[in-house]
């Protein structure tokens, strides 16, 4: 599964009756393979901020796909951006369902029966799909890759070929999944620094200035990075 699944999760919930809980979500820019009790859907990669409305008692296993697994599920994974599809895959459905209605190991089984089926499924990948993979990877890995350019250059390709794997294996432009990590990090740094000068960070995230690093942080959060800092800050 390494070069086809990123990780697997697994959320599960129960909602007194009559009420509903807002779930906000931050979810990476890949694609996602979901099986809940009701079906599979394909969750297209993000840009922004999202939310699901949870009531009841529910589940779902969630596989986050690499680039290379994506042409198995859609041949323009840009056209599902910000949204997602059902998808007819009646045995994977079932031999979830079945692992999640079980014993107490059930998240274990779950994921097994989601990989059998994966492997089962998903041909071996081509040395472009690798190579997505391995621009993917750089890209959310080295804080240091801040143009396009850099991403070409590290891989010893071109740019037009970073842009064409991004294209077809992902759904978006390297570019904005430059700028998604970029965010991430923005983030983390405010959570672990509540001092973080956000001149400084911008200009260590290669920002051209802060008002950039706001806006950006605004579109994908939905609150600026000052406004984020004071939500995820104690209080003394």
Do not use: C
């Amino acid at each position: 599964m390494a070069a086809l699944v990123r990780w697997f999760w697994i959320p599960e919930w129960q909602i007194a009756p009559g009420r509903v809980s807002r779930q906000y979500l931050i979810a990476f820019p890949a694609s996602n393979l979901v099986v809940g009790p009701d079906g599979v859907e394909l969750s297209g990669p993000s840009t922004r901020r999202s939310h699901r409305d949870l009531s009841g008692t529910g589940w779902a296993v969630g596989a986050l796909l690499r680039p290379a697994a994506v042409p198995a599920f859609t041949a323009a994974p840009a056209e599902l951006k910000d949204t997602a599809q059902p998808v007819d895959l009646p045995d994977l459905q079932k031999w979830v369902t079945e692992a999640m209605t079980g014993p107490a190991d059930r998240h274990r089984l779950a994921v097994d029966a989601f990989a059998d089926w994966l492997a089962g499924v998903v041909p071996a990948p081509s040395p472009e799909a690798l190579l997505a993979n391995a621009m993917a990877e750089l890209i959310d890995a080295d804080p240091a890759v801040l143009r396009v350019e850099d991403v070409a250059a590290r891989l010893h390709v071109s740019t037009r070929t970073v842009q064409r794997l991004a294209r077809r294996y992902v759904g978006l432009p390297p570019l904005t999944m430059i700028r998604r990590r970029r965010l991430q990090e923005a983030a983390q740094q405010l959570r672990d620094d509540p001092g973080t000068s956000l001149a400084e960070l911008a200009a260590q995230l290669g920002y051209a200035d802060q008002a950039h690093l706001s806006s950006d942080f605004s579109t994908i959060l939905g609150l600026t990075p000052s406004a984020y800092r004071s939500a995820v800050t104690p209080e003394s």
